[in-house]
């Protein structure tokens, strides 16, 4: 079955650097798009940035551009979320999820596939 694994979760200081991975099986990674969504404490779920199947197209919610870089190896069938300059406001559990549609419609929300999330916590 297909399963999407976080890591690299944790707790932080504010302006520091984490970086996150989702490594993916049972599928074929690399005809997914992939992305990143998280949610805090009483809010939705947002999203974070996608990427696309060749990694040639990425977007970035306007709360991360500039900080967060997504990137993704087709060979190790991983996506990687490189966030730098925290801010306590980035605090949430950070899902990873696959879809067979666009990065357009992955920012509407669409997954076929999620992960099962791992927390960030940036202390102030």
């Known amino acids: 079955q297909v399963q999407l694994v976080e890591s690299g979760g944790g707790l932080v200081q504010a302006g520091g650097s984490l970086r996150l991975s989702c490594a993916a099986s049972?599928?074929?990674?690399?005809?997914?798009?992939m992305a990143w969504f998280r949610q805090a404490p009483g809010k939705e779920r947002e999203f974070v940035a996608p990427?696309?199947?060749?990694?040639?197209?990425?977007r970035y919610a306007d709360s991360v551009k500039g900080r967060f870089t997504l990137s993704r190896d087709n060979a190790k069938n991983t996506v990687y979320l490189q966030m730098n300059s925290l801010k306590p406001e980035d605090t949430a559990v950070y899902y990873c999820?696959?879809?067979?549609?666009?990065?357009?419609?992955?920012?509407?929300?669409?997954?076929?596939?999620w992960g099962q999330g791992t927390q960030v916590t940036v202390s102030s």
């Open positions: 049972g599928l074929t990674f690399s005809t997914y798009t």
């Open positions: 990427i696309s199947w060749s990694g040639g197209t990425t």
């Open positions: 999820a696959a879809s067979k549609f666009s990065t357009a419609a992955m920012m509407k929300g669409s997954g076929d596939y």
